[in-house]
């Protein structure tokens, strides 16, 4: 059998501790002979393990599963945002430098076909290039991204897939210059830069899923600094897109633990209020899905989450997640 990242992270806890049949071991050890980040994991906690069965204790404390789960995050440090976008652009310039014509039309997630889909993120770069360079702010939402996609689609009907790509790249060379020549802080699309950065290379990152999936493509992963830093956003975003869905838990405490290669653990305040030293709740939740459902490409109940305490909050942050998610 061949296991995908998703099913390595659900396999690697049993592999540490030789719970794996025989054909699950077999496929482990096959994904993490070509993946040096997952050989690190699957190394540092049969590690975990040995030390477990080295103490003999009959009754691990609590903080053991968060530490056990620390481990597994491998505790990378994030990248630079800039670094993170380079990094996910060269996977979308790799996967594409597979795209064959008769893949061109195949539809993607979100109804646009591959050649549509590459158009739409070059379009979109280009947006944030020009707000960059503009005298009036504009607020580049999920409605101004299908807004401006289907103003500018139209431009690429007929183009050969080449000067699609190259429109690509230089959208993309401009938006990274941009790190360059304004401080992290100025202003782009009604974000900070720093932010647009990482939003954009989290776009990437999605649509890079979604042209694999439906052209049957295997890709590598993304590396774990980069979800770290995708992740980070994503989190930080969580109390905005609680009230962004209607939500309201005043003065009420989360903690999120994003576990696998990139993971972390933040707590954060979901009700305005700063956060209180006791969660009230604890969501824990792989990364690889967690980014999934902030993309909104999967449900809820198809992230294989857990929830300690206030379990209302808990599935409220998982719900409200995608509340920015654009195509």
Known sequence: MDVTRSEFEDLVGAYALDACDAEEARAIDAYIAQ?????????????????????????????????LLAVAAERVEPVAPVEALLRETARFEALLDTVTDPDLDTVTFNGLSVRDL?????????DFVAAAHADSAVFIGAERVLAV????????AGQPFREIRERLRRARASLVALDGDLPATARVGGYSLSSVLVIR?????THCGDIAASLGRDIAPAEGPVLRTMAELAVQTLPLALGAK????????????VSGAGG????????????????DVILRVPIFEFCQRFAERVGVDDVPFEIEGDVELGRALLDAAPAFAGL
């Open 35 to 67: 993946h040096a980040d997952a050989a690190a994991e699957a190394e540092r906690l049969r590690g975990a393990a040995a030390w477990l069965g080295a103490a003999g204790a009959l009754h691990p404390p609590v903080s053991l599963r968060d530490r």
């Open 118 to 126: 590459v158009a739409h993120v070059a379009i979109v770069d280009e």
């Open 149 to 156: 996609t289907e103003a500018h689609l139209p431009e690429t």
């Open 201 to 205: 290379a989290f776009e990437t990152w």
């Open 246 to 257: 209607g939500y309201a838990f005043p003065g009420r405490t989360a903690r999120v633990v």
């Open 264 to 279: 972390g653990d933040w707590t954060i305040a979901c009700g305005g209020e700063p956060a209180g030293a006791s969660p």
